[in-house]
């Protein structure tokens, strides 16, 4: 189980990655909505709107008080107007309820329910790598803090088995990435993202 401290770390990381998300989000202009994405199931806005309905769900079933999220899933979720407003608000409500000890109990989903150390590590995770996917599908930096990549890197391994990872599956095949590349640009590769992609 986690320390009080390593949950304050992971809500700081966490904390500074999705302030950046909003800032990539509120960045993207109305001609870049269409464009294709390193997640290649997703343009730039169908990814807007999975980034946002998730984060939305998790923060309100961290911020229950039973841990249960409004929504099993988000099908036929659309980001309002102000999907950046949106990403603040829902990370907000992240951290105060992380900061009261919500990690401290499982996050539950329809019937199901995972513990909450597990689904906080699973959102720092993913939201650094489609953090990157739209920034780079829109030509915006992304800087995540390297303490976070590395913490991904620490957690992910756990995550990819081969019924989740390969083709057809909710992470593509790994791409080879040098062992002294950045910890992003490692964590990317390990997460079947190309570091070097850029749009066509």
């Known amino acids: 189980m986690a320390t009080p401290i390593e949950i304050e770390e992971t809500a700081d990381q966490l904390g500074t990655v999705l302030a950046d998300l909003a800032d990539v989000i509120g960045g993207i202009s109305d001609e870049q909505r269409h464009d294709p994405t390193p997640c290649t199931e997703y343009d730039v806005s169908q990814l807007q709107d999975h980034v946002v309905g998730w984060l939305t769900n998790f923060a309100d079933g961290f911020a229950d008080p039973g841990g249960q999220a409004p929504r099993a899933d988000i099908s036929g979720y659309?980001?309002?107007?102000?999907?950046?407003?949106?990403?603040?608000?829902?990370?907000?409500?992240?951290?105060?309820?992380?900061?009261?000890?919500?990690?401290?109990?499982?996050?539950?989903?329809?019937?199901?329910?995972?513990?909450?150390?597990?689904?906080?590590?699973?959102?720092?995770?993913?939201?650094?790598?489609?953090?990157?996917?739209?920034?780079?599908?829109?030509?915006?930096?992304?800087?995540?803090?390297?303490?976070?990549?590395?913490a991904s890197l620490r957690f992910a391994p756990g995550m990819l088995t081969e019924d989740y990872q390969g083709e057809g599956k909710a992470f593509a095949a790994p791409v080879e990435v040098s062992a002294t590349a950045p910890p992003l640009d490692r964590l990317l590769g390990l997460s079947g993202r190309d570091p070097g992609w850029s749009p066509a």
Request: hydrophobic letters at 45%; aromatic letters at 6%; charged letters at 25%.
């Open 78 to 150: 659309r980001a309002p107007a102000d999907a950046a407003a949106e990403v603040r608000s829902a990370a907000a409500r992240l951290d105060r309820a992380l900061r009261r000890g919500a990690a401290q109990r499982p996050l539950r989903l329809g019937e199901a329910a995972m513990p909450g150390e597990l689904a906080t590590g699973m959102i720092l995770w993913e939201y650094q790598v489609h953090g990157w996917d739209l920034a780079r599908a829109t030509g915006q930096p992304w800087r995540p803090p390297p303490g976070a990549s590395q």
